[in-house]
């Protein structure tokens, strides 16, 4: 098995694919993944009247989503965004993450291929509470198949604003949606969870760096102890 593993990392091409606002990290993430991950490709998906000019990768521009109503989320921006970035990507293997994040680990694409299941969507897991609850994946990061992401992101239903995030989060809306109705599959959460999904660590595996959370020291203990602990190692 480990043969086959070393000739699938050979033969795999790997991409990234930021999806968001342009921020104040966006080059300096670019520009790390360009160090550590030179043959990668590298696609950054924003949106239109963003200042893209000394972005250092291939970028494509989007129209902004309408508004939706009574309530607003980042579900669409997320969707067509995703969307657009795939269309144009060619990688067997892609990292969709945040435009404001460092994924630092410059492993992260064998730790995913040594898992064997391209089938499946890797994802940080930082440990606390409310990410034990059923449908709960995050949105931070997903890497799996250029092809599963396409299915994902393409079959994924619009937000029409009649869900109220406080009532259910973005990030437990596109898993229900992906696992019960573009899957479906109504199973237990703890049976489809392993079928769909690949649980790896926020800090010791994925290696994140977001930049919102950066100056709140509190906030980054509290995730440190979180990600660390015992329930969640692999």
Request: overall charge neutral; proline content about 4%; charged content about 25%.
């Amino acid at each position: 098995m480990f043969k086959i593993i070393l000739a699938l990392k050979k033969e795999l091409t790997t991409g990234i694919l930021l999806q968001g606002d342009i921020r104040n990290w966006t080059i300096p993430v670019i520009e790390e993944y360009q160090q550590n991950f030179p043959n990668s490709e590298i696609v950054l998906s924003t949106w239109e009247g963003e200042d893209v000019s000394k972005i250092p990768c291939k970028v494509i521009q989007s129209k902004t989503p309408e508004p939706t109503y009574p309530h607003t989320s980042t579900k669409n921006f997320q969707i067509i965004g995703s969307q657009n970035g795939l269309k144009i990507m060619k990688s067997d293997i892609i990292l969709r993450t945040r435009t404001d994040m460092f994924v630092h680990n410059s492993n992260i694409f064998n730790i995913f291929i040594e898992a064997n299941s391209l089938d499946k969507i890797m994802y940080p897991h930082s440990g606390f509470p409310k990410e034990f609850g059923n449908y709960w994946i995050s949105d931070f990061a997903q890497l799996s198949s250029r092809k599963n992401l396409v299915n994902y992101w393409d079959s994924m239903k619009f937000d029409d604003g009649l869900i109220s995030t406080s009532v259910q989060p973005v990030e437990t809306q596109f898993t229900k949606y992906y696992v019960c109705n573009i899957q479906n599959d109504n199973r237990p959460w703890n049976i489809v969870h392993d079928k769909y999904y690949i649980k790896k660590r926020f800090h010791e595996d994925f290696q994140i760096e977001l930049e919102k959370y950066v100056y709140r020291e509190s906030y980054q203990d509290a995730i440190m102890r979180a990600s660390s602990g015992a329930d969640i190692k692999s």
